[in-house]
């Protein structure tokens, strides 16, 4: 069935430092993917999507892109500040919705 | 408001109470999903609605818990009996599904649920 595999945590990075989470997923057809975040004491909210092999999903400096050939969904911020801190899942929207296990992200000043 | 509410924000129960969590979807999204989130953990898929067809209870972690949505809006999530290992964070999401294939969520604030 389909399924989605997110790189474990926690995650601590310097401010300004790259920061890559790895999802991969398992999937019949052609979903959609998506990333999550949880800042401390909020809801989860969409930070991205891609709806298609080969899309790229971005927003606040964040991006990741729809790789078929690899079936993953990385995401990746070129300099991460304090204010990233939070929890990121990825997604999976098929016939269901699958979320992964989460990452949590400390980024220290 | 235009975003999915959940009620009651906090509850607090005894155990083998029986106890009613409320979601009030973004109007108009045909998709209903409920899930549970326990300290520092994953979501945890409980039960999927998609407009009037038979949802999809696969998720749910016994014969203690049940869902239900009515006139395809607000959903009921019903706790019986409830155990102390039932104590979590219950999250309702909502989505426009085009052709069943799920669009975004949309996530409520959630019921952080405590059994004692």
């Known amino acids: 069935g389909d399924s989605v595999t997110q790189m474990e945590g926690p995650v601590t990075l310097s401010e300004e430092a790259c920061l890559t989470i790895?999802?991969?997923?398992?999937?019949?057809?052609?979903?959609?993917l998506f990333w999550y975040v949880q800042y401390p004491g909020e809801g989860l909210q969409l930070l991205l999507k891609a709806t298609k092999a080969d899309d790229k999903g971005s927003n606040k400096g964040f991006e990741a892109t729809y790789r078929k050939e690899t079936t993953s969904f990385h995401l990746e911020k070129g300099s991460v500040q304090v204010s990233d801190s939070a929890v990121y899942f990825c997604?999976?929207?098929?016939?269901?919705?699958?979320f992964g296990t989460g990452t949590s992200l400390t980024v220290i000043p | 408001g235009a975003g999915v509410s959940q009620s009651p924000s906090n509850k607090v129960t005894e155990k083998g109470k029986d106890v009613e969590l409320r979601c009030d979807p973004i109007s108009g999204h045909t998709a209903l999903y409920w899930y549970r989130q326990s300290l520092g953990q994953g979501l945890e898929f409980l039960i999927y609605?998609?407009?009037?067809?038979?949802?999809?209870k696969s998720g749910l972690p016994s014969d203690r818990f049940s869902a239900e949505r009515t006139g395809g809006s607000v959903s009921t999530l019903t706790i019986q009996r409830t155990q102390q290992e039932d104590s979590a964070v219950y999250l309702c999401?909502?989505?426009?599904?085009?052709?069943?294939?799920?669009?975004?969520?949309?996530f409520g604030p959630g019921t952080r649920l405590t059994v004692t």
């Open positions: 997604a999976l929207g098929g016939n269901q919705f699958y």
């Open positions: 790895n999802c991969t997923y398992t999937a019949t057809g052609y979903p959609s």
């Open positions: 609605f998609q407009g009037n067809s038979a949802p999809d």
């Open positions: 999401a909502s989505s426009f599904s085009w052709r069943r294939v799920p669009d975004e969520q949309y």
